[in-house]
């Protein structure tokens, strides 16, 4: 196993990642990594991210592939695929120009669609019933940031958070994050990238830090 963990930030800091082969863990607390977390407690199968249909990142994004691949995700486990996206308040109808080329790419796949719902964080299941089924998660910056790490070739993309779900208070989500991180990096047999989705976000760049403490303490190796 190669052991090593690294921070960066934003969807370039992503992309690189990728690039590296790492398995990137996407981290952007309000409100993207939280609301996946919420689903996965839920029960939803998987959750993918991708970006909006308009985004200013200067790395390569592409959410109709995204979406296309949650739908055979989708259609593999024999479920439908459930947009969440933004704006969190608005209609589904703004929800779903927001994410035109995601939604275009869950129906190219031949998938069902089980509906939209907002991207609130750790509430978002309260919305709709997410069992057993996969989640595409668009956003600005969450979705922008995992969606860059896999069209630069990352061995997997997930997420991880320090805020509290409904299930979950004090260090288990963090420590969640770390152990789904180590897993996938054993599994793959690469390193770590934490991504702080928003180097702007404050709550972001102290949350990957502190998950990737997490990490070493559990013997990954070093920063």
Not at 23 to 43: K, P, R, W, Y
Not at 155 to 169: F, P
Not at 182 to 209: W, Y
């Amino acid at each position: 196993m190669p052991g090593n963990v690294t921070i960066a930030t934003n969807a370039s800091g992503a992309a690189e990642a990728g690039r590296r082969g790492d398995v990137v863990v996407i981290v952007d607390v309000i409100s993207m990594s939280t609301s996946a977390e919420a689903l996965l407690e839920a029960g939803a199968l998987a959750v993918f991210g991708a970006s909006p249909d308009m985004t200013r990142a200067p790395v390569e994004v592409n959410p109709e592939k995204m979406g296309y691949m949650a739908g055979n995700f989708a259609l593999e486990k024999q479920t439908e695929v459930i947009l969440v996206a933004e704006p969190r308040i608005g209609s589904d109808a703004e929800r779903l120009r927001f994410s035109q080329k995601a939604y275009n790419g869950v129906k190219k796949s031949g998938s069902d669609f089980g509906g939209i719902i907002p991207n609130i964080g750790a509430e978002t299941p309260k919305i709709l019933d997410v069992k057993e089924k996969v989640v595409l998660l668009v956003s600005d910056t969450g979705g922008v940031a995992f969606d860059a790490a896999w069209q630069g070739g990352a061995a997997a993309v997930i997420t991880g958070t320090i805020a509290r779900t409904l299930g979950k208070k004090g260090e288990e989500p963090a420590r969640c994050a770390a152990e789904r991180a180590i897993q996938a990096a054993t599994e793959k047999d690469a390193n770590i990238t934490i991504v702080a989705a928003s180097g702007n976000s404050l709550e972001d760049v102290l949350a990957a830090e502190y998950v990737g403490r997490l990490i070493l303490m559990r013997g990954f190796a070093h920063l």
